[in-house]
């Protein structure tokens, strides 16, 4: 597949591959819920009455253009109104529409009903991330684009889930009502996933709420739908649906590995174990903005090559890792790495592109900080 | 309607023609600057629709180029969101808008039997603020940050908090173009209501003009609604309000809905003269009178009443209530009606009519066929519960590009062939013409239609980078794109060919031409209807 793609690029007229994919590149999926299905099939109905429309209209257009034309002797006829013709052209599409409204506002009350959900998750949008919060499971993790930067700008081959691919799937439970609470730490972003047929606007300030019911398990994919700035093509949406076993299971193990990696911030980590770990964390997280020569994209978006920040005091450095700068695009990273992935990318950046300052931030350092700033809050 | 008197050209008494002799044009760059007359201005605002629209183009060429491809290979993210931002205003306000107002400056005296528009110094006024606005708007490209770049409908707090310094700017050059827009609107409205000629009823006026009258007094409506929210943006980035900050108390929403209640009647200000234009050409050329004319006066005063309360049918998606969906399901829905009846008036216009097939009648012909399946999309769009699925993805872009490239789009190059002649006095080159329009109409269905497909397969729409399974169509619409865009180029070569030669033009121009403009010479004489024609 990803050779037939290639060569499909380097010769632009073959469009072969478009015939192997087709229903899913010409239509609406039909989805993997009941609602996703109902707005399917509502989907199809209207194209159909188009379509019928169409075909009348530009039936008599097209026959007119054939048969009362100048050039074959076609004389003006003097008509040019008909009152009954018209109240019948009037009424006529009158009644389509309300045919049409009708199963149109059942399946609208449908998605309005977000009752008795087995399990609320909280989606948040950052610029240019997704964060998953299930409510009551203590369970909280960010998403982020796994499609590598190379992949971009051409100098790989691009995977067969190019741009639709992330680091942390929302794992659900199939034949569950889920119940999803809406809102952005920014912008305003859109969570969007075709098969589920969920949309809904994340806005800031705002708690908006939507729901599905996952018929069949499997890997569903979307995309942010509002535009929010720069990477706003760059923050997919991956949901793998399980059956409801599996999904207790993986709860558990997710809560397992959580708890592990606040275990290993008490371990003591060496410069390069700290330097490895934060390059990853770099690329996932930072490059989007600063770039991964740490050069940024300035004004919005300042380097860190040789920056008073990342080379200047570690202390104002960690500060504004943890807790953002209020007016600008860089957000407080506290609740978005822990401290294990904290110390590591701040080590990186005081170490990477000339950045030679020699400094190791340890985790437990991170943990104190962030500590203090509890217990600070706790006063 | 017959015409029992026409002065002007050559039935002018002789008096008059010594009178007109010494208020021909001015000499030199003083005649633009400080001209009064409507033919100037109107030259004026349609030569500078010209420019913005070739503008506007290159803007969209950037855009399919980058996308002819998945994976980034000409221009950065934030440059691409700059140009989306760029292209869209400039379409809108720049190319659309400013020819309408060109074509009602050349037509409408012309059509209802005046001398000029009503306010002939606010005529020049309202034309010589548009390229100081969009001189500014552009020079935002090169500004520190970039030009704005949160999309033409510009959502709070991507255009607040979150904007680039160049924003204000932005702001001033909308409140530039707000004020052109109204005082146009002004005119427009003083000029049908006030200087009709004797005997040109209301319910005598060609559909171009009433068309127009009812999209002035959309205008006046909307534009200071515009004004109120980039205000109200200012504000938040420089005065400390919060009206659109969820932080200080505020509301984005809030935004959404100020926006739209401008945005969605400036929809049909960018369509009914459209819809007027249109119904001066079919029948030309079918050589019978408009079907249904009160029916069509009817309806656009309807779909323009409808324009005012379906504006959160663009916020399906923010989370109004279930009522406020019903609501706004069910009135958009409606405006099918109105618009309806227009197609089926103007097929039933052509229905045993004698039809030729001349450049303006092509694209006349096509903005039917276009147009309606523009409408077809928006019908499916209406319907609440789908466009959860619609919304915000490629089929939004072919639905409005449908409406508004071989819409609007292809309704001012009718109009613009349609009355060339008479503005020229040289005969249209209809070779030229015909090239110009099949390419342009391969090029645009080429372009937009696969737009439907990849929008439905779920990409969604402002992103300079997209998955793999819409490879296929972004490469068709590139291609589409690039023979449409660069066929522009027979309209400006064929305009200016016409403009310097070409072989004279009656009076009539067009065989079955109807209406007061083509009682006057061609071209028409600098001052038209000094003494008013009697309308019977």
């Known amino acids: ?379 | 309607m017959a015409i029992s008197d026409t002065t002007g050209g050559m039935d002018t008494t002789a008096g008059e023609l010594h009178e007109e002799h010494h208020h021909g044009p001015a000499k030199g760059i003083g005649r633009w600057l400080f001209t009064t007359n409507h033919k100037d201005i109107g030259s004026l605002y349609l030569w500078f629709s010209l420019l913005m629209f070739l503008t506007g183009g290159v803007m969209a060429l950037l855009i399919r180029a980058e996308l002819f491809q998945p994976g980034l290979q000409l221009v950065e993210p934030g440059f691409f969101n700059q140009m989306t931002t760029m292209h869209g205003l400039i379409m809108v306000f720049g190319a659309v808008m400013p020819a309408f107002v060109g074509l009602a400056n050349w037509m409408i005296p012309m059509m209802i039997g005046a001398p000029d528009m009503a306010l002939p110094r606010m005529n020049n006024w309202s034309f010589w603020i548009l390229p100081f606005a969009f001189a500014m708007l552009v020079s935002t490209l090169f500004m520190d940050g970039g030009a704005p770049n949160f999309g033409w409908t510009f959502y709070a707090p991507l255009s607040t908090t979150y904007a680039p310094p160049s924003v204000t700017y932005f702001i001033f050059a909308i409140h530039i173009m707000g004020a052109s827009s109204i005082m146009g609107a002004i005119n427009i409205i003083a000029t049908i209501l006030n200087m009709r000629a004797p005997g040109m009823t209301m319910m005598k006026l060609p559909l171009f003009v009433w068309s127009w009258l009812i999209t002035a007094f959309l205008l006046i409506a909307v534009m200071p609604v515009l004004a109120g929210v980039v205000t109200m943006m200012l504000m938040d980035i420089h005065f400390g309000t919060s009206f659109f900050n969820a932080a200080g108390g505020g509301d984005p929403v809030l935004f959404q809905h100020v926006f739209w209640f401008f945005g969605h009647p400036e929809v049909y200000i960018m369509i009914l003269p459209a819809f007027g234009i249109i119904s001066q050409i079919i029948p030309t050329f079918s050589r019978k009178k408009l079907f249904g004319y009160a029916s069509m006066v009817y309806a656009t005063a309807s779909i323009a009443i409808l324009s005012f309360l379906v504006w959160a049918h663009h916020m399906f998606t923010v989370g109004l209530p279930l009522v406020g969906e019903l609501f706004f399901m069910f009135a958009t829905m409606l405006i099918a009606v109105p618009t309806g009846v227009k197609v089926f008036n103007w097929v039933a216009t052509m229905f045993r009519g004698s039809l030729t097939f001349e450049t303006p009648m092509l694209f006349a012909i096509a903005f039917v066929v276009l147009f309606t399946i523009g409408g077809f999309s928006g019908l499916m769009l209406a319907i609440a519960p789908v466009d959860f699925q619609y919304h915000d993805t490629y089929f939004v872009v072919a639905h409005f590009h449908y409406v508004l490239v071989p819409g609007a789009i292809f309704s001012i190059m009718a109009a613009v062939y349609y009355w060339l002649p008479k503005w020229t006095g040289h005969q249209l080159n209809e070779t030229m013409g015909k090239l110009h329009f099949w390419l342009s109409f391969v090029g645009v269905n080429i372009t937009f239609f696969p737009m439907h497909f990849i929008g439905l397969a779920g990409m969604p729409r402002r992103i300079p980078d997209y998955a793999l399974q819409f490879a296929d169509f972004n490469m068709v619409a590139s291609i589409g794109a690039f023979i449409f865009g660069f066929s522009q180029l027979l309209f400006v070569w064929n305009v200016i060919q016409n403009v310097r030669s070409g072989e004279k033009a009656t009076s009539q121009v067009w065989e079955g031409a109807e209406g007061l403009e083509w009682t006057v010479d061609s071209p028409a004489p600098y001052h038209t209807f000094s003494t008013p024609p009697k309308v019977d």
């Open chain 1, 1 to 379: 597949m990803g050779m037939i793609r290639i060569i499909s690029r380097s010769f632009p007229l073959t469009l072969l591959p478009l015939t192997a994919r087709a229903e899913w590149t010409l239509n609406l999926s039909p989805g993997v819920t009941e609602i996703s299905r109902s707005i399917y099939d509502l989907h199809m109905t209207i194209f159909w009455i188009c379509v019928a429309i169409g075909c009348v209209v530009f039936g008599i257009m097209f026959w007119s253009i054939f048969h009362h034309r100048k050039s074959r002797g076609a004389k003006a006829h003097h008509f040019h109104e008909h009152t009954l013709v018209e109240v019948i052209w009037t009424l006529i599409p009158l009644g389509i529409l309300v045919a049409m409204a009708v199963p149109a506002t059942a399946t609208l009350v449908k998605m309005y009903d977000p009752k008795d959900a087995g399990l609320d998750v909280q989606v948040t949008g950052y610029q240019w991330k997704w964060r998953y919060q299930y409510l009551d499971q203590d369970l909280d993790f960010f998403s982020n684009l796994a499609t590598p930067r190379e992949q971009v700008s051409n100098e790989q081959a691009k995977s067969e889930n190019y741009l639709l691919e992330v680091d942390r799937h929302l794992v659900l439970p199939t034949d569950t009502k889920i119940r999803f609470l809406l809102t952005a730490n920014d912008v305003i972003h859109s969570w969007w996933v075709p098969a589920l047929a969920v949309k809904k606007d994340a806005i800031p300030g705002f708690i908006n709420e939507a729901w599905t019911q996952i018929d069949e398990p499997g890997i569903y994919r979307g995309q942010c739908a509002e535009l929010c700035g720069k990477d706003h093509g760059f923050m997919p949406i991956v949901v793998e649906a399980v059956p409801p076993e599996e999904f207790q299971q993986w709860l558990a193990d997710a809560k397992a590995e959580k708890a592990a990696a606040a275990e290993a911030a008490n371990r003591s980590w060496t410069l390069d174990e700290l330097m490895q770990r934060g390059e990853q964390v770099y690329l996932s997280s930072c490059a989007a903005c600063h770039q991964a020569s740490g050069e940024g994209l300035p004004p919005a978006f300042p380097a860190l090559k040789n920056s008073p920040i990342a080379v200047g005091d570690v202390g104002a450095h960690i500060d504004i890792v943890l807790n953002g700068k209020s007016g600008t695009a860089m957000q407080a990273f506290r609740d978005q790495l822990d401290p294990v992935e904290l110390a590591a990318v701040i080590t990186y950046e005081r170490n990477a592109w000339g950045n030679s300052t020699g400094e190791a931030v340890s985790p437990t350092q991170i943990a104190d900080r962030l500590g203090a700033a509890a217990e600070g809050e706790g006063n």
